[in-house]
């Protein structure tokens, strides 16, 4: 696919990208407001190449907060991210990147060692992406990691033998690159909506809502290879970024009006409660699937029961787990409030950086205590060749390679929750609370 250079079109690609990249926050527990209801077992899917004995978070060689200071020689990480143009500035990802290993300069260190962070801030054009890469290796990075970067250099890097390790792919080029990514982004996400679609609900046909933008087309073309891989036939209907009720209400209906057995909608933020209460007043059951974006405490605490009959990609058990502690209490200065107000769910896309950061930091804890020296390259190849990781937070598996067409990709599975009642977002049963992907990838 050619990758446009003009800004709007930029702007749009990417956005499709953080749409299924913005769940990845989930990882680290839930929503903090979210279901009190009793977890689920969290065995993975039959089909998961993650043994079900092993879902429980991996032990790095000592926990950060509690390793003191590192004591082994400074290594450099360099980062690239994209900010300060219009429609693509994402500073949070770097801020909390950045947090995360001041953090652990006092705590562990990247196993045992301190890290010295360069950044460098690309603008959304393959220029200054190409400046990026060649500062950074040229102050002498052992690892770079992508924040979110339309063009990753990864010629230079490869040639420099500079590791690249990024969170989210956002175009077709990425899930091939020299490079390994802890999440499929929209790939990852289309296919797991397939995957329920078919084998939860035994879904022949479906109905699809989106937005008609660029970006928003992107996922839903995705959507509709992913089903049409899984053999089941769709209607898409589109509308705008933001309707009024009535029009929100006249997609719900159109979309449903060939008595689909299933209803996926691809909107957010506004969208979600709108859709939602189309759906409602319409008097819809038929199942629905949408992204996590619309399980958050905003959207639900609006429409409470209109959200009856919807399931959510992405979205986690709400537990108190020793990540999220740990993530509250070095995010909480950087947010600006109480360590008690930090809320996963409401870290938008800078949680991202942090999860990048805080994962790397596990593997880099268990490849030392498996006596491989720390170094960039090492990281790299651990990450790719090893088994029995997770993301941080402990409940998606690393599958690196698993899937040669997305060779880049390390993660393919997703929890899902779905909406119990009485305000309640709540997991779903296995086998469907970690869903994979991989076999409806488009």
Not at 203 to 221: F, M
Request: hydrophobic share 40%; with cysteine; net charge negative.
């Amino acid at each position: 696919m050619k990758r446009s250079t003009t800004v709007g079109s930029r702007g749009s690609r990417l956005v499709a990208a953080l749409m299924a990249g913005s769940l990845i926050i989930a990882a680290c527990g839930g929503d903090d407001d979210g279901g009190g209801s009793e977890p689920a077992a969290t065995e993975a899917p039959a089909d998961s190449m993650a043994p079900a004995d092993s879902m429980a978070p991996a032990d790095s060689s000592a926990p950060a907060d509690v390793a003191g200071p590192p004591t082994g020689p400074e290594m450099i990480v360099g980062m690239v991210n994209t900010e300060g143009t219009p429609g693509l500035d994402f500073p949070d990802m770097r801020r909390f990147a950045e947090a995360a290993f001041e953090y652990l300069n006092t705590s562990g260190g990247f196993g045992n060692r301190p890290v010295k962070f360069e950044s460098c801030v690309a603008k959304g054009s393959p220029e200054t992406s190409q400046a990026c890469a060649q500062e950074l290796v040229g102050k002498g990075v052992e690892l770079v990691l992508v924040g979110l970067d339309l063009f990753p250099d990864y010629k230079t890097y490869e040639a420099a033998g500079v590791p690249v390790i990024g969170i989210l792919p956002i175009l077709p080029g990425d899930y091939t690159a020299n490079a390994l990514y802890l999440s499929g982004g929209t790939a990852t996400s289309v296919g797991q909506m397939a995957t329920v679609a078919k084998e939860k609900f035994n879904a022949a046909s479906v109905g699809i809502v989106s937005a008609d933008n660029a970006g928003a087309n992107q996922v839903a073309a995705g959507l509709e290879a992913a089903l049409t891989k899984a053999g089941i036939t769709f209607k898409t209907v589109k509308g705008g970024d933001n309707e009024t009720d009535a029009g929100y209400q006249g997609l719900m209906r159109e979309a449903s009006k060939d008595n689909p057995d299933l209803l996926i909608s691809l909107y957010s933020d506004a969208g979600c409660i709108g859709t939602m209460r189309g759906y409602a007043t319409l008097g819809l059951d038929i199942p629905v699937l949408t992204t996590g974006i619309c399980s958050d405490e905003d959207v639900i605490s609006v429409v409470g029961d209109e959200a009856t009959n919807w399931h959510f990609q992405g979205v986690a058990q709400d537990r108190d787990t020793p990540e999220r502690a740990e993530l509250r209490r070095v995010l909480a200065p950087v947010i600006g409030v109480p360590e008690d107000e930090v809320k996963s769910s409401g870290l938008g896309l800078g949680g991202l950086g942090y999860i990048l950061v805080m994962s790397l930091r596990d593997y880099a804890n268990q490849m030392v205590a498996a006596g491989t020296e720390m170094t960039g390259p090492n990281l790299f190849d651990f990450l790719k060749t090893s088994t029995g990781l997770f993301v941080f937070g402990g409940e998606t598996p690393v599958e690196c390679g698993a899937v040669p067409a997305y060779s880049s990709v390390c993660a393919f599975i997703s929890p899902w929750s779905y909406y119990a009642g009485d305000g309640v977002v709540a997991p779903m049963e296995d086998p469907f609370y970690l869903v994979d992907s991989k076999k409806y990838l488009p």
